[in-house]
């Protein structure tokens, strides 16, 4: 067990939709950061948050967006979904970001499937 | 840029045979850090180990270890007398040391089975 919890385990829903994935972060960290991981693509980085800033931003859609609340809890929303979207999303945590250093721990994901 | 390549998609071994998992990566920073993760089938990704880019000392944790060879850009893996459940499918990555942000940049992933 990682710490790190993700919300729902699984999301069935249909395109033009939006949903909202959960995360919290292990206790003591203070970065979350949300990753995309689908057959195509592999894993990718999608966007990063530290104590409730935006720090990095990778190949996120603008359909996408995220925030870190102040009790650190993460959420991504992904809108107006297409089938492209259907993808395993993971969540991680980290200590903090400064020095690149700290590994970064994951959920389980939530596997978002778009019919 | 950033890359990390795996060139092994699959490898498929006999149990207690050892098997080495390939990772090169490309950096332009001086200072980085190299990951490996697990996925097994369940799907979670599990951390296996950080390497900082002025250690180069070889690491072995039980039947695990890891070989870093800056002067080939390489970070391989190998599992020593594997067992079954070490299928999965595993990834190296790479963050290099930025300004408050971190990303990883992950390989393609090697699927590894070990057969009874």
């Known amino acids: 067990d990682s710490g790190v919890t993700q919300t729902p385990k699984h999301l069935i829903t249909a395109t033009g939709q939006r949903v909202t994935l959960r995360c919290s972060p292990r206790s003591g960290d203070l970065s979350v950061y949300w990753y995309q991981q689908s057959l195509d693509q592999g894993l990718q980085f999608l966007i990063q948050?530290?104590?409730?800033?935006?720090?990095a931003k990778g190949n996120i859609l603008e359909r996408f967006s995220a925030q870190q609340f102040p009790d650190l809890h993460s959420e991504l929303n992904l809108s107006s979904l297409e089938l492209g979207d259907s993808a395993l999303y993971f969540c991680?945590?980290?200590?903090?970001?400064?020095?690149?250093?700290?590994?970064?721990?994951f959920g389980d994901g939530t596997r978002l499937s778009i019919l | 840029a950033q890359k990390v390549t795996q060139a092994q998609t699959e490898i498929s071994v006999v149990e207690k045979e050892d098997v080495t998992l390939d990772c090169v990566y490309e950096?332009?920073?001086?200072?980085?850090?190299l990951f490996w993760y697990k996925q097994p089938p369940s799907g979670e990704l599990v951390f296996l180990i950080r390497r900082n880019s002025f250690d180069e000392q070889n690491e072995i944790s039980g039947r695990y270890s890891w070989n870093f060879q800056k002067s080939t850009s390489s970070f391989n893996f190998t599992i020593t007398a594997s067992q079954v459940v070490d299928s999965a499918v595993y990834f190296c990555?790479?963050?290099?040391?930025?300004?408050?942000?971190?990303?990883?940049?992950f390989g393609q992933g090697t699927r590894l089975t070990i057969n009874p």
């Open positions: 950096t332009r920073d001086t200072t980085y850090y």
């Open positions: 948050y530290y104590n409730g800033e935006e720090r």
């Open positions: 991680a945590s980290s200590v903090t970001p400064e020095t690149g250093a700290q590994p970064q721990h």
């Open positions: 990555a790479l963050s290099e040391r930025g300004q408050g942000a971190q990303k990883l940049v």
